[in-house]
């Protein structure tokens, strides 16, 4: 089983785009908005990465004798900052577009945090997809 999807970077040696492998990320049960908790984490895990699935799967991939690991792709970097309005709507998964819209409205300034959000996983998404294909491919 592999767990593929986007992490936080915990060190600053990690940039956007950056592939992550499990055993090095740690999993939170929130996002993690702030540059002094993701340091905090790296400190306390030895961790290079922060998702907030993977540990699950991994005790689920154990209960049931199936090989597991994390692939990640870094969207946020250690020293980024997520506001707190942005992780209160990006808390619990899905963003409807008319949630998103809402935001917007009540706060315009969101708009910047938005777009460099949107940047950045576009960056690591094609980062997290050329490193499936290399690991899924058998080799010739």
Not at 37 to 55: C, I, T
Not at 73 to 102: C, E, H, M, Q, Y
């Amino acid at each position: 089983m592999i767990a593929a999807g986007f992490c936080g970077a915990l060190v600053p040696a990690l940039r956007v785009g950056d592939v992550v492998t499990s055993p090095r990320i740690v999993t939170a049960d929130h996002i993690v908005g702030t540059p002094a908790e993701k340091r905090m984490l790296a400190e306390q895990h030895n961790a290079d990465a922060v998702d907030m699935e993977s540990a699950a799967i991994a005790e689920a991939c154990a209960a049931k004798g199936v090989a597991f690991s994390a692939v990640r792709a870094v969207s946020d970097a250690a020293d980024t900052a997520l506001s707190p309005d942005l992780v209160r709507l990006l808390s619990g998964g899905n963003v409807s577009p008319w949630k998103a819209i809402r935001a917007l409205v009540r706060k315009p300034a969101l708009l910047g945090e938005f777009l460099r959000l949107a940047r950045d996983t576009k960056l690591a998404s094609r980062t997290l997809a050329r490193e499936l294909l290399r690991v899924v491919t058998p080799p010739d």
